[in-house]
């Protein structure tokens, strides 16, 4: 049995208690309705094959992103690690940026957006709503904007809450769709399925070690589009 195909080179760091991939477009970090294979479960492979383990191997999923999007995912390898980066995730103390591809500006070139969330589970799609609209959540994100081309703008977004298709949404409603977001208000999906939003940045303290971790996942590197911004991607 061999580990599975590309995922070694898409480990970002690695160690006792959690390991970081960088997922694809592609993949759903955990099993769902499709029944396609989930990261997940290529990473509880790896591991298996890796330290020659037997038996059911313990992988937590600590945090997902949606499927179309790219970027850097955290998994933990024990319990002790699953539980603590749960309650760092509920308080807020693991940071995460974002790189999203829009097509027209944002309102300034920096900024703070703050709206009133509903999610619709038959749609699977959130809606900016008013306040109180019953299941409202606020969602708050930072944007900056880092560069331009002649059809796109690069955003950097720093999440500052957790909510459902919170920057896609909250970009949607403020004029900035992503690029192939058909659901959230682009004019195209993208021909691979993906849209251009990629989980760039993970900065926290281990969960067991409390030491300083701070990874940075490359954008796909087979699209002209991120290409087209790769002086300004790392």
Known sequence: MQNPEGLEDR??????????????????????????????????????????????????????????????????????????LNNMLREGTIKKKYLAVVQNPPPSNEGKLTHHLKKN??????????????????????????????????LEVELLTGRHHQIRAQLSATGCPIKGDLKYGFSRSNKDGSIHLHAYLLDFLHPVSNKQITVQAAAPDHDPVWQAFKEHLN
Request: net charge positive.
């Open 11 to 84: 480990i970002l760091y690695e160690d006792n208690h959690l390991i970081i991939i960088n997922k694809r477009s592609s993949e759903i970090v955990q099993g769902d309705k499709t029944g396609d294979t989930p990261l997940s479960e290529l990473v509880k492979d790896y591991i298996k094959i890796q330290y020659n383990k037997p038996g059911n191997v313990f992988l937590g999923v600590v945090h997902r992103i949606d499927r179309p999007v790219s970027g850097a995912v955290i998994f933990a390898r024990t319990s002790k690690a699953l539980s603590r």
């Open 121 to 154: 589970e038959k749609q699977n799609k959130s809606y900016v709503c008013l306040k109180d609209t019953d299941g409202a959540k606020q969602a708050e994100l930072n944007y900056k904007l880092l560069a331009e081309s002649k059809s796109y703008y690069l």
